[in-house]
Structure formats: C-alpha cells, structure tokens
C-alpha cells in the first residue's frame, strides 16, 4: 500500500486497409510466407514509397473520435535501428509532427473488490507508421526464417499519457479503444493475429510522491489476460527491487505468459538512438479542413452517444447500456430486438442474458448468432403476453439456437408449450394440490413461508410446468386465506 504503479499504453493498431501503407501489395493474413511482399516491402533498390490515402482517412476517424486535433501538416520520419525482419534498416514513422495529437478515453473500470468507477485518460498522439516483418523460429533447425508478408502493413501507434494506476485501469482502457477502433471499423480488432497489441510501460513511487519512477516497457501484449498478468508482476518486480535498496534499470522486456512473469530483452532506447529525421522520398501530409469534414459526416454514432441514447430513449440502466454498446454488432442487435418488443428492458435482460451466454459458450461473433434478432424478439414477446414463462422461453431459445424451428410460435405449437391462463383450470389444479398436501398446508398457516413455496411447487409440477406462476401464486394465496 506504500507503492503506486504508474502505466502508460502504446497500442498498435494493424488499419483495415486491403493494401499497405506504402504499397500495392496485400494486406490479407494467412498467405504463405513471403508471398505478399513486393519490390517497395523488400527495399530493393531505386524503389519509392507511396502513401495509402485509405490509412490516412483511418487515422483520422480515430481522432476525430477521441475529440483530438488533426495535424494540417504532419512529417513522415525515418527511424534508423537493425532487426533482420526491418529490410531498409529504417521503419517509416511519425515522431515530431504526428496526424493525431491529444484527445481523451473515457471507459469504465470495474475492480475485482470495489464498485465501478468512471476513468478518462489522456492521449498523447496517434501516429502512422508501418509494420515490420516477423522472424520465424519454429520448425527451422538451428535457423531463423524471415517473413515479410507483414512488412509495410499500415499501423496506427495510440500512445496514452501515464494515467493509470492499477492493472484493472489500464486493461478497462485497453478493451474500450479496442471497442472502439472495431466500431470505428478502422481495425478488425483480431488479437491473435497481431491487429491489436499493447505495449506497456510501468514504473512504480512511493505514494504521494510527484516524480515519475524508472519505467521498463513490456513489448507485444495480445490478449487482455496477458496484460493484466505482465502488469501486475512488473509491478512486484520493481517494489521488490526497490524495498531491497536496488534500482529499477530502464529496459524492455518481454512477457512470458507460460511463467508468469516478464524477462529481460534489451536496454531501453530513448529517441536519440533512433536518429530520426524527415523521410526525403515522402512529401508532408497535408489535410485540408473540407477533407476532415467530409470524414466526420461518414463517422457512425460513437459509442458513449449511443449509451446515452439508450439510456434517455429506452430507459435502460447505465450498466445496461454499458454493456450492450461493448460492441457496435451487439449495440445494433439489441436496437433490432427492442425495436419488436414494447418492454426495452426485457429485450436487454435476454441480449445481455441468454444470447450473450451462447454466443461465449459457441465462441462465435453475433453475426453468426442462429437466433436473428427478429427470432427473439418474437420469443420475448410471448413471455411478455403470457403465452410462456420464463423457464420455458430458455428451452424455446436453445431450440431456435440449434435451428430446429423457424419462430418461438412454431417451437411452442409443435411442443405444446402455451401456458395455461385460464383460472378456472389453475383453480382446480391448485384444489388438487391442497388436498393431497395437508401437511404443507398445516405448515403455511403455522407460519412456515417454505411450506408456500413447496405448494407452489407441486402446482407447477401437476401442471407440468405450464400454470402462470403468478395465478398459482394468487389462487393459492387466496385459497389459504392468506391474501
């Protein structure tokens, strides 16, 4: 408790672009190495660079988004170093002028122990720059291979100012910008292909103090879990240290999620060892007001307008919104239930609840979902009119999912589902169970409400489960005097 982390994120962003960034060549993954680098990717010589327009517009949604300031005029920089997958010995980058400067994450962090609280941080910049290629190791004995499919695919680096304090915090603020560059649909969001990592920078102080400790950065975090896990041991790592009377040394480091734990990979860089100075073979880019403009108007509703929506015009809990705008599918499916049913909440509870549930449980996205929104919202509709309770509505649901039927109408026809309304038979029911339960009888009026429940019970079964619980409720009542 003496201790306060301190992180900032630098998330890596892989553009949806079908083309690189500056060149023809494809973007598509899971092509054969090598197959998908042309003459510009392999830096042969006398080859010029030409910047994609598509990842420029990219860019700019994301800032325009996050209410950043989009550069008039920003430089597109050579950052020198070697790595055998890096062809030029250079990377094309942004560093003094990026496209995207400032702007702010707003997200909600919810904490193993504790409420929910709100949490906004500050952006830094977002700037272009491409991707290098991938070293290969595996399968190749005693040699390293170099594939350079991915050489020149357009990146979006998000670099947030160090505002986060715990793990939880920078693990909620990571899950929103993933929400939203997938909304956005400026990234596919797919983290075990690499469009989406993180690379976290953690330094630990004293409490209370102002002055920022030494920081090591953890590269190329792609899963959510991995974070949180490298985080949370850095931070130990470096307290350790720290209470021994040892020093924090400024490094990168690499995440081993088999161990737990994060290794030394070489000493830090600072900007100086990069030598970073303007491309010559690229001209500055130049955006014009009109430009950014025509962009904005393209932009879909954001999500915290949307939650807000949902919240002001269907009367949904904060958490309800919250959760149903995690993703733009899931937001656009719950409005094409609610738009079927009159009761909003009810279309959440089954989105938030029964849907949701088996889509985890299928590993799939809700563009695959079985169930189309029209499908539950017809189902929702019959628990809502009393043709089904809920606990039949679940095993209506899981038959629409394994596609047996076409609507809840058809699964409740073929199986004679409807539940029994009608009070004169609910009445006799009820008259039968009292009779052949004298005992429980004897122990609601003593006082006993579990002998109720138990009576409820045995309705229900008499009914094979199709009596409205809420008459057998009432007609109970009133037979037992008790209403």
Known sequence: MDWEVVIGLETHVQLATRSKIFSGASTAFGADPNTQACAIDLALPGTLPVLNRAAVECAIKFGLAVDANIAARSVFARKNYFYPDLPKGYQISQYEIPVVQGGALSFVVVPKDGEPYGK???????????????SLHEGLRGMSGIDLNRAGTPLLEIVSEPEMRSSAEAVAYAKALHALVVWLGICDGNMQEGSFRCDANV????????????????????SFKFLQQAIDYEARRQIELLEDGRSV????????????????????????????????????????????????????????????????????????????????????YFEA????????????????????????????????????????????????????????????FASLWRREAESADAVIDARGLRQISDAGAIEKIVDEVLAANPKSVE???????????????????????????????????RKLGAT
């Not at 500050?122 to 290629?133: I, P, S, V």
């Not at 330094?203 to 792609?222: A, M, P, Q, Y």
């Not at 025509?294 to 932009?299: D, G, N, Q, S, V």
């Not at 003593?446 to 094979?464: I, T």
Request: charged share 30%; proline share 5%.
């Open 120 to 134: 906004t941080v500050r952006l830094t910049r977002a700037h272009l720059e491409e991707d290098a290629g991938k």
């Open 203 to 222: 330094s630990v102080r004293r409490r209370g103090d102002s002055r920022f400790g030494t920081r090591c950065e953890i590269k190329n975090l792609n």
């Open 249 to 332: 040394v400024q490094e990168t480091r690499l995440f081993d999620p088999q161990q737990g734990e994060t290794r030394s990979m070489r000493g830090k860089e600072d900007a100086m060892d990069y030598r970073y100075f303007p491309d010559p073979d690229l001209l500055p880019l130049a955006i014009a007001p009109e430009w950014i403009e025509e962009i904005r108007r393209t932009l879909p509703e954001l999500p915290a307008a949307r939650r807000a929506r949902f919240v002001r015009d269907y009367g949904l809990p904060e958490y309800d919104a919250a959760t149903l705008t995690a993703s733009r599918a899931l937001a656009d």
């Open 337 to 396: 239930v609610a738009a079927g049913v009159a009761d909003k909440k009810a279309a959440s509870n089954w989105v938030m609840g029964e849907f949701s549930a088996a889509l985890n449980e299928a590993g799939i996205e809700v563009a695959a979902a079985p169930v189309s929104a029209a499908q539950l919202a017809g189902l929702i509709k019959r628990v809502l009119d009393g043709t089904i309770n809920n606990k039949t509505a679940k095993e209506v």
């Open 443 to 477: 122990e609601f009026r003593a006082g006993k409400e579990k002998a109720f429940n138990a009576l409820v019970g045995q309705a229900m079964k008499a009914s094979r489960g199709k009596a409205n619980p809420q008459q057998v409720n009432e007609i109970l009542r």
